[in-house]
């Protein structure tokens, strides 16, 4: 994209609403835009990195076998009556009534329509198990919506649900998701750490919350770093193999990890001390294992083995990922702005010419422009090299290639890498090869 005809609205001032970092740089960065409390309109380089992450989040659920599915945002009532839950979710939904006088809501979760879904889809063990997911805007009337996308009214949701037909399935299908958001999350850049939660309205009685550490994160966690230094994405266990999953399962209990609610100082005190973290986490992510609890009430079954009827066990699994974009930026920013990981940033690079109107950095620019596109921010804008500086700072992109008349004259550029602030002056081709890697 051309950064001259680009809606990518920079503010050089701190927007006084915004309290925490990931809210203020989303905003200075022309990601976002509020439109109302706790709603917000994503802008072309917010949505660029929405979308990656929403790309990462979808791969990781495909390889552990879950299918994408996408259901409506606005759900009839009914369903929710034949679980009881209408009206016991309270003020955080949005209830709608329609022109025929028929009540609607506006879906903060999904378990009735999956369970509905099941109910009328699947007939026989033999088709057990299964998952499904989709990434499909929420609405939660929240009562205090703050710190931009970390806590919205309306976000974006992954949200998986698995069904099998006994508890010992179910166990397998709540590891097997485990380790796809430990991966997930890998990728993201971020080191997310699961720990036993309580269930909350979704029910049931095994929970874990993935939690990342940041300032402003609205629970105490304390973890051991070993958490920190395993790669879950390398071939050691393999997410088909219930072995490998109930090994994996293991590892991950008996790394130290809790909540204030469930700390416990004397198994703290084991944790050698240099591996201790401790600070504020944000939840981006929450699974829950609720057995029968929706199968029961709505009356899914499918044909066992023997041909009698058997109630299905359920799970349910969420990211939050448009609360990710905010917890992402938390993790890797400075003063100066936003330092994407390449997995998500908006855009691989940016090009910054220096002297906008000169034939040769015109020339290099537009060349480096093209071999990059469309992963590629060109910053053809006729300002001050101090603004282009600040701006390409602000926004984040992991490589800035400059183009100024003085090395253009002699056939050279200048790489910066943004996370690092490593500079090196370069030919073009070996800044094309450094940047393709
Ligand atoms: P929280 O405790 O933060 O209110 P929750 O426990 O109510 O979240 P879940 O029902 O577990 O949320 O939803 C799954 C995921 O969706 C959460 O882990 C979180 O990442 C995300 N999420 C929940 N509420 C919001 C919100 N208001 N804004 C943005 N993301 C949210
Ligand atoms: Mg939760």
Same mark, same amino acid.
């Given at each position: 994209?051309?950064?001259?005809?680009?809606?990518?609205?920079? /503010?050089?001032?701190?927007?006084?609403?915004?309290?925490?970092?990931?809210?203020? /740089?989303?905003?200075?960065?022309?990601?976002?835009?509020?439109?109302?409390?706790? !709603?917000?309109?994503?802008?072309?380089?917010?949505?660029?990195?929405?979308?990656?992450?929403?790309?990462?989040?979808?791969?990781?659920?495909?390889?552990? @076998?879950?299918?994408?599915?996408?259901?409506?945002? !606005?759900?009839?009532?009914?369903?929710?009556?034949?679980?009881?839950?209408?009206?016991?979710?309270? #003020?955080?939904?949005?209830?709608?009534?329609?022109?025929?006088?028929?009540?609607?809501?506006?879906?903060?979760?999904?378990?009735?329509?999956?369970?509905?879904?099941?109910?009328?889809?699947?007939?026989?063990?033999? =088709?057990?198990?299964?998952?499904?997911?989709? !990434?499909?805007? *929420?609405?939660?009337?929240?009562?205090?919506?703050?710190?931009?996308?970390?806590?919205?009214? =309306?976000?974006?949701?992954?949200?998986?649900?698995?069904?099998?037909?006994?508890?010992?399935?179910?166990?397998?299908?709540?590891?097997?998701?485990?380790?796809?958001?430990?991966?997930?999350?890998?990728?993201?850049?971020?080191?997310?750490?699961?720990?036993?939660?309580?269930?909350?309205?979704?029910?049931?009685?095994?929970?874990? =919350?993935?939690?990342?550490?940041?300032?402003?994160?609205?629970?105490?966690?304390?973890?051991?770093?070993?958490?920190?230094?395993?790669?879950?994405?390398?071939?050691?266990?393999?997410?088909?193999?219930?072995?490998?999953?109930?090994?994996?399962?293991?590892?991950?209990?008996? !790394?130290?990890?809790?909540?204030?609610?469930?700390?416990?100082?004397?198994?703290?005190?084991?944790?050698?001390?240099?591996?201790?973290?401790?600070?504020?986490?944000? =939840?981006? %992510?929450?699974?829950?294992?609720?057995? #029968?609890?929706?199968?029961?009430?709505?009356?899914?079954?499918?044909?066992?083995?023997?041909?009698?009827?058997?109630?299905?066990?359920?799970?349910?699994?969420?990211?939050?990922?448009?609360?990710?974009?905010?917890?992402?930026?938390?993790?890797?920013?400075?003063?100066?702005?936003? *330092?994407?990981?390449?997995?998500?940033?908006?855009?691989?690079?940016?090009?910054?010419?220096?002297?906008? %109107?000169?034939?040769?950095?015109?020339?290099?620019?537009?060349? /480096?422009?093209?071999?990059?596109?469309?992963?590629?921010?060109?910053?053809?804008?006729?300002?001050?090299?101090?603004? *282009?500086?600040?701006?390409?700072?602000?926004?984040?992109?992991?490589?800035?290639?400059?183009?100024?008349?003085?090395?253009?004259?002699?056939?050279?550029?200048?790489?910066?890498?943004?996370?690092? @602030?490593?500079?090196?002056?370069?030919?073009?081709?070996?800044?094309?090869?450094?940047?393709?890697?």
């Amino acid at each position: 994209m051309r950064l001259s005809r680009s809606l990518i609205p920079t /503010l050089k001032e701190t927007p006084a609403e915004a309290t925490i970092a990931s809210h203020r /740089l989303m905003l200075r960065a022309g990601l976002v835009r509020q439109e109302a409390a706790g !709603i917000y309109a994503w802008l072309p380089a917010g949505q660029r990195v929405l979308a990656n992450v929403a790309r990462i989040v979808r791969e990781q659920q495909n390889e552990a @076998g879950a299918q994408e599915i996408l259901m409506p945002t !606005i759900q009839p009532a009914d369903l929710w009556r034949e679980s009881g839950r209408y009206e016991d979710y309270g #003020q955080e939904m949005l209830r709608i009534r329609d022109r025929h006088d028929r009540d609607l809501l506006y879906g903060p979760t999904n378990e009735e329509m999956v369970t509905d879904l099941y109910r009328n889809a699947v007939r026989s063990y033999r =088709e057990l198990p299964q998952s499904v997911y989709h !990434i499909q805007w *929420k609405f939660r009337d929240e009562v205090r919506p703050r710190f931009g996308v970390m806590r919205g009214r =309306e976000f974006l949701m992954k949200d998986a649900y698995s069904i099998d037909l006994d508890y010992a399935g179910a166990v397998i299908s709540y590891r097997r998701m485990m380790l796809a958001y430990m991966r997930t999350f890998q990728r993201l850049g971020l080191s997310a750490i699961p720990m036993v939660a309580d269930t909350g309205p979704i029910g049931g009685d095994l929970s874990h =919350e993935f939690i990342v550490l940041a300032p402003t994160g609205e629970s105490e966690v304390y973890y051991d770093a070993a958490f920190e230094a395993i790669d879950w994405t390398s071939g050691e266990y393999d997410i088909e193999s219930q072995a490998d999953l109930d090994r994996f399962y293991t590892r991950m209990t008996t !790394i130290y990890a809790a909540t204030e609610e469930k700390h416990d100082p004397r198994a703290w005190e084991q944790v050698a001390p240099a591996s201790r973290r401790q600070g504020r986490g944000i =939840e981006v %992510g929450h699974i829950f294992y609720f057995g #029968q609890k929706y199968s029961r009430p709505m009356g899914l079954t499918v044909a066992g083995p023997d041909g009698a009827p058997v109630i299905p066990h359920m799970g349910s699994y969420g990211i939050g990922v448009s609360r990710l974009v905010g917890a992402i930026i938390e993790a890797h920013h400075d003063e100066a702005g936003i *330092k994407w990981p390449d997995s998500v940033a908006p855009f691989r690079a940016v090009i910054l010419n220096l002297k906008q %109107g000169d034939a040769t950095t015109n020339q290099i620019a537009e060349r /480096l422009y093209q071999a990059f596109a469309p992963d590629a921010l060109y910053d053809d804008r006729d300002e001050r090299a101090g603004v *282009k500086f600040a701006d390409a700072d602000l926004l984040g992109h992991p490589w800035q290639v400059i183009v100024g008349p003085r090395g253009a004259a002699n056939g050279r550029v200048e790489l910066k890498r943004r996370a690092t @602030g490593e500079r090196h002056d370069l030919t073009i081709e070996d800044a094309l090869t450094r940047v393709c890697v």
